[in-house]
C-alpha cells in the first residue's frame, strides 16, 4: 500500500455573524489539539490591499500583515495561503492543518485552487499544486439556524450587507447555499430559533447535504471538543472532501428524502425534449423565488451541440457551459469520454435517441415557500412545441435564427417584458450570465 504523506486540511467556513463566531470556536478547540496549525486570513481591510494572516501553533499565536498590490480574494489565495500551507507541509511539528476562513472566501474555491493552481518559488520545493504537499481532509460548514434559510433565499449581495466592496456582486444565498452543499459535515447554532425555523431549516440540510452529520448546538460558546469529534467521526468515506461537483453525474447525492417536510420538498424534472431559449428565459423567475437551490443540465434548442449548466440560489442564477452532448463529440473525444468518465457514457448509453442522441434536460429544484406545481408547469410551458420539435430535427437552420438569451448576443439589464405565465417581472433577477 502507498501511504499518502501529505499533511491533511480541515477547512471551517461559515457567513458573518454567529456562524463566523463558530468558526472561530471550533478553530480554537482544532488548534488545542498536539501538532495542530490553525491558519486564518482577516479580509476585513481588504480593499486597502491590506490583508492579516493569522497563525495559532503550539500555544503560541502570530499576525502578519500583508500588503498587496491587487487587494482581492484570489490574489490573497496566490499570493500568500497557498504558498504558506507548502511551508507548513514541510515543518515535522505540524501533523494537521486547520483553515478558519474568513466569510469572504469560498470553501470550494480555496479547494479548487489547492487541488489546480501553481505554487511557484517556493524554496526547496518543486513549483506545482499545492495539493501535492497537502490534502484536503474534510470541509466543516457553521450555520446560524435562526436566519440561516431566509439568507439561502434571499437576494441581497455581500456588499449590500457591508461585507464586501461594490465589486464583488455574489449573493449572501450564494455563499449560504454553496458553503453548505459543499461541506462534509455541518454544526448548526440553533439557540434562539423557533421551533418551526429549526425543523425547516433541518429539512433543508438533510436534502441539500444529506450525508453530512449535523450537530446541534445552542450558541458558538457551547460548542466542545467531544461536538467535533463526534462530527469527525461520522463524516463518510466517500464524502467529497474538497472535490469538485460533475455536471454530469447525478444530480441526487446521499440519498436526499424524496418526501416533503415542512413545505421543503425536492422537485425533479427531467425530459427529452429541449427549452425555447426564449420561453425559458421568461420562465425562470419561478425558480427566484422561495427556492433555495436549483441546478441541472439543460439542452436549449439553439445551442444543440453544449451542454447548458443551471444553478441558482436564493434570489440568484447562473447559466453557463458543461461541455459538449457525447452526441456532438468527434469518435476521439468520444472515445476519450468512454475512458475517463464511463457511468457518464454508460448513462448516455442507456437514453440514447437516433435523432437526438444523449440531449437532455434534468433538474433538481430545492422548494421552501413554493408551489412544486407551478414550477413543473412554467418549465412545461418553456419547452419547445410539436411544431418547433420538428424545426430543431429537421430545420436546424431555421432554429439558429432563433432569439436566444443565453447566447453571445444576451445583454444586461434583461429585457423584462417577454409575457409569462407565472408571477415576477424578473426584477429579482440576480447575477444572470
Not at 215 to 235: C, I, K, N, Q, Y
Not at 255 to 274: H, S
Amino acid at each position: 500500500m502507498v501511504t499518502d504523506r501529505r499533511k491533511p486540511v480541515l477547512v471551517v467556513a461559515g457567513l458573518p455573524g454567529r456562524a463566523a463566531d463558530g468558526v472561530d470556536r471550533a478553530a480554537r478547540l482544532l488548534g488545542a489539539e498536539p501538532g495542530t496549525a490553525v491558519v486564518r486570513h482577516d479580509l476585513g481591510e481588504l480593499g486597502q490591499g491590506v490583508v492579516r494572516r493569522i497563525v495559532y501553533l503550539d500555544g503560541r499565536e502570530t499576525t502578519t500583515v500583508l500588503e498587496l498590490a491587487h487587494g482581492c480574494v484570489s490574489c490573497t489565495l496566490r499570493a500568500d495561503l497557498l504558498p504558506y500551507l507548502c511551508l507548513l507541509a514541510v515543518r515535522d511539528s505540524v501533523r494537521h492543518i486547520v483553515l478558519a476562513l474568513d466569510p469572504a472566501f469560498e470553501a470550494e474555491a480555496v479547494c479548487r485552487a489547492i487541488e489546480h493552481t501553481v505554487v511557484a518559488n517556493v524554496v526547496g520545493r518543486v513549483d506545482g499544486p499545492a495539493s501535492r504537499s497537502v490534502r484536503i481532509g474534510a470541509v466543516l460548514t457553521c450555520l446560524d439556524a435562526r436566519d440561516w434559510l431566509a439568507d439561502a433565499t434571499g437576494d441581497e449581495t455581500l456588499a449590500e450587507r457591508g461585507h464586501a466592496t461594490a465589486e464583488d456582486d455574489r449573493t449572501i444565498a450564494q455563499l449560504a447555499v454553496g458553503q453548505v452543499e459543499f461541506a462534509d459535515a455541518l454544526i448548526a447554532f440553533d439557540g434562539g430559533a423557533d421551533l418551526l425555523d429549526r425543523e425547516r431549516t433541518a429539512a433543508v440540510l438533510g436534502r441539500l447535504a444529506p450525508a453530512a452529520p449535523v450537530a446541534w448546538v445552542s450558541e458558538p460558546g457551547a460548542l466542545g471538543a467531544d461536538d467535533l469529534t463526534w462530527l469527525r467521526r461520522r463524516v463518510p468515506a466517500d464524502a467529497r472532501r474538497g472535490a469538485p461537483f460533475d455536471p454530469h453525474a447525478p444530480l441526487l447525492r446521499g440519498m436526499p428524502p424524496l418526501q416533503a417536510d415542512c413545505g421543503v420538498a425536492l422537485v425533479e424534472f427531467a425530459t427529452e425534449r429541449p427549452f425555447h431559449p426564449d420561453r425559458l428565459h421568461s420562465a425562470i423567475d419561478v425558480l427566484l423565488d422561495g427556492v433555495v437551490s436549483a441546478r441541472g443540465r439543460v439542452w436549449l434548442a439553439t445551442q444543440p451541440d453544449e451542454v447548458v449548466w443551471l444553478e441558482s440560489a436564493g434570489g440568484g442564477l447562473r447559466v453557463g457551459g458543461a461541455g459538449k452532448w457525447l452526441a456532438a463529440m468527434t469518435p476521439e473525444e468520444l472515445a476519450a469520454v468512454a475512458e475517463t468518465d464511463p457511468e457518464r457514457h454508460a448513462m448516455a448509453t442507456l437514453r440514447w435517441d437516433e435523432t437526438s442522441g444523449d440531449r437532455h434536460t434534468s433538474m433538481v429544484i430545492l422548494v421552501a415557500d413554493a408551489d412544486a406545481d407551478e414550477i413543473r408547469h412554467a418549465l412545461h410551458w418553456a419547452l419547445v412545441d410539436e411544431d418547433e420539435f420538428r424545426q430543431v430535427r429537421f430545420a436546424p437552420e431555421r432554429v439558429a435564427l432563433w432569439a436566444d438569451p443565453f447566447g453571445d448576443q444576451h445583454e444586461e439589464p434583461c429585457d423584462t417584458t417577454r409575457s409569462t405565465p407565472v408571477a415576477g417581472d424578473g426584477t429579482n433577477r440576480q447575477n444572470e450570465r
